[in-house]
């Protein structure tokens, strides 16, 4: 049985049952069902509790949200379902961005951590290539320009980008409304201005799942060498692209189960 809630003009879907509430934030170019695969193992056990983020929903209004704003609505959301417990984050993409964010700004509501193919990106230690730097600039920007343009054009650009990355997600749903914070980020670093983010550092236990078939990592080395340091915490990499949960849905789920489970 799934409930439905309202929180700040976003539906929230809770699904299961159990002691612990595990909150999932996806990324671009996707929606609350990318993590459905996850919810039918976890239900059982767990309250799973996940949302499209706010700009992502084709059929609400279109506007930029800052990361202020996000962080917020996870920590609205997190208020309403915890039941006045610290939650486990499941993050990928610019979910883990803004949930590694939420962490840093409310550390005690957060009990564990899963993060899936983002880690230390845009850190001094995460040091790229200069054609993966291309890489990223290109198609970044590409979705910066999407946001920008706007209506059928930005749409058909997203979508032509989504296919490009091997996106699974339907195209139906995939819109220029997906591509702000690429706007917002480039617009940053290209003027100078700061994206008044916090340093990202994880100190409750963390599982990073990462895909290895990319032009480009989005984590540093150093930063997995400092997980693994933890005994509490786990780095599982995987020989899939960048959406590890659709790609390898049944080790992926055999790896988070175990890590979940584990009582180290």
């Known amino acids: 049985m799934t409930e439905k809630l309202q929180v700040e003009d976003v539906d929230v879907y ?18 609350y069902r990318v993590w459905d695969k996850q919810v039918e193992v976890l239900k059982d056990k767990y309250r799973c509790v996940r949302f499209t983020l706010p700009g992502y929903d084709k059929n609400k209004p279109r506007r930029a949200y800052d990361l202020k704003e996000i962080v917020q609505l996870i920590n609205t959301i997190v208020d ?4 006045g417990k610290p939650v486990i984050l ?8 803004f949930g590694y964010q939420f962490y840093m700004n409310f550390p005690d509501k957060v009990i564990k951590i899963i993060g ?3 880690g230390d990106a845009g850190s001094k230690e995460h040091v790229l ?11 970044q920007m590409w979705l910066a320009a999407a946001w920008k343009i706007g209506g059928k054009l930005g749409d058909a650009m997203t979508r032509k980008m989504a296919k490009l990355l091997h996106a699974p997600g339907d195209p139906d749903t995939i819109t220029s409304s ?18 008044e983010h916090l340093p990202l550092e994880i100190n409750c236990p963390l599982l990073f799942i990462y895909g290895e078939n990319k032009p480009g990592m989005f984590h540093s080395k150093p930063w997995v060498e400092k997980i693994v340091a933890d005994k509490r ?6 020989k899939t692209r960048h959406w590890v949960m659709i790609e390898a849905p049944e080790r992926f789920n055999d790896v988070m189960l175990d890590w979940l489970e584990n009582k180290v």
């Open 80 to 83: 309403t379902v915890g039941n």
């Open 233 to 238: 915490n786990r780095v599982e990499p995987f």
């Open 178 to 195: 997906m591509t702000y914070s690429y706007y917002w980020k480039w617009s940053h670093l290209l003027t100078g201005r700061s994206l």
């Open 116 to 118: 899936v193919d983002i």
């Open 129 to 139: 290539t200069a054609k993966v730097k291309a890489f990223m600039f290109g198609y």
């Open 90 to 97: 499941m993050l990928h993409d610019w979910g883990c961005f």
């Open 14 to 31: 809770v699904e299961g049952m159990g002691d612990e509430t595990i909150v999932m934030v996806h990324g671009w170019p996707d929606t």
